[in-house]
C-alpha cells in the first residue's frame, strides 16, 4: 500500500481526539485494518468512514468499545440483507415481465 492511500493513526488519533488504545482495540477485534507503511502504523483510506462512524459511536453516545463491535456486526449484517433483497428483486422483476 503507499503512503498516499492511508493515513498515519497518530494522525487520526489527533485530529478526531481519541486515544491509540481505541484504535489498537478495533484493530485486535477486527474492525478495521492498520497497516504498517515505512514503520509508521497507517489506516488505509477506504477504512476511514468506518472508522469516524465508530469514533462518533464512542465518542458522541458514549459507547464503548464492546457495544461497537456489536453494532459494527449488525450494521454489516443489514448491509448484507439489503444487497441480498436488492438481488432477489431484480431476479423476481425477470419473471414478472
Known amino acids: 500500500m503507499k503512503a498516499d492511500q492511508a493515513i498515519s493513526v497518530d494522525d487520526f488519533c489527533i485530529y478526531h481526539n481519541v486515544q491509540y488504545t481505541f484504535i489498537d482495540y478495533l484493530a485486535d477485534a477486527g474492525l478495521i485494518n492498520v497497516t ?16 469516524e462512524r465508530m469514533v462518533r459511536l464512542h465518542t458522541q453516545l458514549e459507547i464503548n468499545e464492546a457495544g461497537i463491535a456489536t453494532i459494527s456486526n449488525l450494521l454489516e449484517r443489514i448491509e448484507g440483507m439489503q444487497q441480498e433483497m436488492k438481488y432477489l428483486r431484480s431476479r423476481l422483476h425477470i419473471y414478472e415481465d
Do not use: A, D
Open 36 to 51: 504498517q507503511i515505512n514503520k509508521v502504523r497507517c489506516i488505509p483510506l477506504y477504512e476511514i468512514q468506518k472508522l
